[in-house]
């Protein structure tokens, strides 16, 4: 048996597992929350190891021949390091070489929705496909593709930042990394309330029976039909399909795979507002949901770490 050790660094969560890579069974799990604070970035490098060594107390035994991190970007690969995250607290945390170092195995760093169209691509929604763009709707906005079976990367490892596509002037909403306009500034788990206040105001919706801070909260009302929920739904459809439209132009994909947690609880109502929206200059490929349980970046982690470090 080949083991992997994968890590998923994410804005709000660190996951760590231990992956068979024969079939991709996930052997052993740990999380703990992403650290917010603290003196540098070597605050998340030491809670990886933390995780890393909690894991493999847990599967004693078990000899994992490299290790494969997918992080939120961007990235600095030749540095092996994460580099001004909208969605980490730290403008640089060291990966490569501190968990060499102390696990004395290869390690290889990808972005984590780089790594989530892998893991679709090996053992979810989007196997016997070669073309296959993933999305994430989680604290941000990433994305990953697949064309014609290569996995794309770009020069610095940083292509498919989908959540800094321009969607919008109207409101003109500042994204986590400053700039304006950005899809992650408006559809994302973080900052969705805070495009349903931009358009509440405009809209002036005085009245409202849910508590508009909350995504859970907007998207619950959505499915219970509340009139101010569905109205704002329209405009959040509107701005979702024109990522989605930008997305299919740049990669033309068979299949569109939408993972994170807003797509796990909510992706059927998401997908059906934003529809009738996407442009029909190339066929629609299938949407689906993922049926990973969040585990897409943690399998591509271990898929990418099997492919770089044999």
């Given at each position: 048996m080949t083991t992997v050790i994968a890590v998923?660094?994410?804005?709000?969560?660190?996951?760590?597992?231990?992956?068979?890579?024969?079939?991709?069974?996930?052997?052993?799990?740990?999380?703990?929350?992403?650290?917010?604070?603290?003196?540098?970035?070597?605050?998340?490098t030491a809670a990886i190891i933390d995780r890393i060594e909690t894991l493999?107390?847990?599967a004693p035994g078990e000899n994992a021949t490299a290790i494969g991190v997918a992080s939120a970007g961007p990235l600095d690969l030749?540095?092996?390091w994460v580099v001004n995250s909208p969605n980490i607290a730290f403008p640089v945390v060291a990966i490569t070489g501190p968990l060499s170092e102390r696990f004395d195995l290869p390690v290889a760093l990808i972005n984590d929705a780089r790594a989530g169209v892998l893991g679709e691509w090996w053992a979810g929604a989007a196997r016997g496909s070669d073309n296959v763009v993933y999305v994430t709707l989680s604290t941000g906005i990433g994305g990953g593709a697949v064309v014609n079976g290569r996995l794309l990367l770009g020069a610095t490892g940083n292509a498919g930042e989908i959540g800094h596509i321009p969607v919008?002037?109207?409101?003109?909403?500042?994204?986590?990394c400053g700039y304006k306009g950005h899809w992650e500034a408006y559809a994302s788990a973080k900052n969705l309330p805070g495009f349903f206040a931009a358009w509440r105001k405009e809209a002036d919706v005085r009245d409202v029976a849910f508590d508009a801070g909350s995504t859970r909260a907007i998207l619950e009302a959505v499915r219970k039909e509340d009139p101010v929920a569905l109205a704002f739904m329209e405009a959040l459809g509107q701005v979702n399909a024109r990522g989605v439209s930008a997305v299919i132009v740049a990669?033309?994909?068979?299949?569109?795979?939408?993972?994170?947690p807003l797509a796990r609880y909510h992706g059927d109502i998401v997908i059906r507002h934003m529809e009738?929206?996407?442009?029909?200059?190339?066929?629609?490929p299938r949407l689906a949901v993922s049926e990973l349980g969040g585990r897409s970046p943690l399998l591509g982690a271990a898929a990418y770490a099997l492919e770089v470090c044999r």
């Open positions: 998923d660094l994410g804005g709000t969560n660190l996951r760590a597992a231990l992956i068979d890579s024969a079939d991709a069974t996930i052997l052993a799990h740990t999380a703990a929350p992403t650290p917010a604070s603290g003196p540098s970035g070597d605050a998340i493999l107390a847990s030749d540095r092996g919008d002037t109207r409101y003109n909403l500042t994204c986590g990669y033309n994909p068979d299949i569109i795979v939408f993972d994170g009738p929206y996407i442009d029909r200059y190339l066929a629609l």
